[in-house]
């Protein structure tokens, strides 16, 4: 059975995390066939938004520890593994939706933040787990928990170890939305669906802009926004946009 398991339905790239058993860990083969389906998601035409989660009962533990037995193998790990995942996260070109099913952990946890919207079951948990066995928090993690959170409360959370319930986590701000157990799937799904109806490049470019202002000033952003917004403006979905605006009809956008 595949580790990833892929499909693509209604302009969307559903990729599943599959090593159940593990609550789904990352072994090597995991970890680079996520790549493989993240870049053929940017490069598909057809998809429009990509939808990552677990399957089972957890969303992702981490690094599968039965892999690594020296420093040696943790920096492979980061190298060719994780650190290609969350970049190629932050550069795909259409909306990421991490969906938090169950326990996010570890790499599991910071991949899902680097995700450009998460919600989660009621039942989830985030957990900053590395320092349980003497590591940093890696995965792009010191750099996105900060920024979500502030600074006191992810320098706990990466301390202690401490878990954080679904709840919590939308009240710090760490996550989009927490949806009940029954609906969960349901409604993840209908957001997926709302994405990828909508002006996929203009989406691309205000993750760009939120990208950018991480590391640049206030006027170097204000500069960065007006090359950008021109962008958006020779697109196909923003005339569509404006015409359907003002001919009183729903826009019917084609991401182009």
Same mark, same amino acid.
Request: glycine fraction near 4%.
């Given at each position: 059975m595949s580790t990833i398991l892929f499909e693509v339905k209604g302009n969307i790239g559903f990729i599943t995390l599959n090593r159940p058993e593990k609550l789904n860990?990352?072994?090597?083969?995991?970890?680079?066939?996520?790549?493989?389906?993240? #870049?053929?998601?940017?490069?598909?035409?057809e998809v429009r938004c990509v939808y990552l989660t677990g399957s089972g009962k957890g969303f992702c533990a981490g690094q599968d520890l039965a892999e690594v037995s020296d420093s040696r193998e943790m920096n492979i790990i980061l190298r060719e593994q994780f650190n290609p995942i969350v970049s190629k996260i932050r550069k795909l070109e259409k909306p990421v939706i991490a969906a938090i099913n169950g326990v996010a952990a570890g790499a599991g946890a910071n991949i899902a933040l680097c995700c450009d919207i998460i919600v989660a079951t009621a039942s989830a948990s985030f957990i900053q787990a590395f320092s349980k066995i003497g590591l940093i928090p890696d995965s792009g993690g010191t750099f996105m928990l900060p920024r979500l959170i502030g600074w006191q409360k992810a320098s706990a959370l990466m301390m202690t170890g401490d878990k954080v319930n679904? #709840?919590?986590?939308?009240?710090?701000?760490?996550?989009?939305?927490?949806?009940?157990?029954?609906?969960?799937?349901?409604?993840?799904?209908?957001?997926?669906? !709302?994405?990828?109806?909508?002006? !996929?490049?203009?989406? @691309?470019? !205000?993750?760009?802009?939120?990208? @950018?202002?991480?590391?640049?000033? @206030?006027?170097?952003?204000?500069?960065?926004?007006?090359?950008?917004?021109?962008?958006?403006? #020779?697109?196909?979905?923003?005339?569509?946009?404006?015409?359907?605006?003002?001919?009183?009809?729903?826009?019917?956008?084609?991401?182009?």
């Open positions: 860990a990352f072994n090597r083969e995991m970890a680079l066939l996520l790549q493989e389906k993240l #870049d053929e998601c940017n490069n598909s035409k679904a #709840d919590e986590a939308e009240r710090l701000g760490m996550i989009y939305k927490v949806f009940a157990d029954d609906v969960f799937d349901m409604e993840a799904k209908k957001l997926a669906a !709302t994405l990828a109806a909508m002006p !996929t490049r203009g989406l @691309w470019f !205000t993750k760009q802009a939120l990208n @950018w202002a991480l590391s640049h000033t @206030w006027y170097e952003q204000l500069s960065n926004e007006d090359k950008l917004q021109q962008r958006a403006a #020779d697109t196909c979905d923003f005339k569509e946009g404006v015409q359907a605006f003002l001919e009183k009809r729903k826009p019917v956008f084609k991401g182009e």
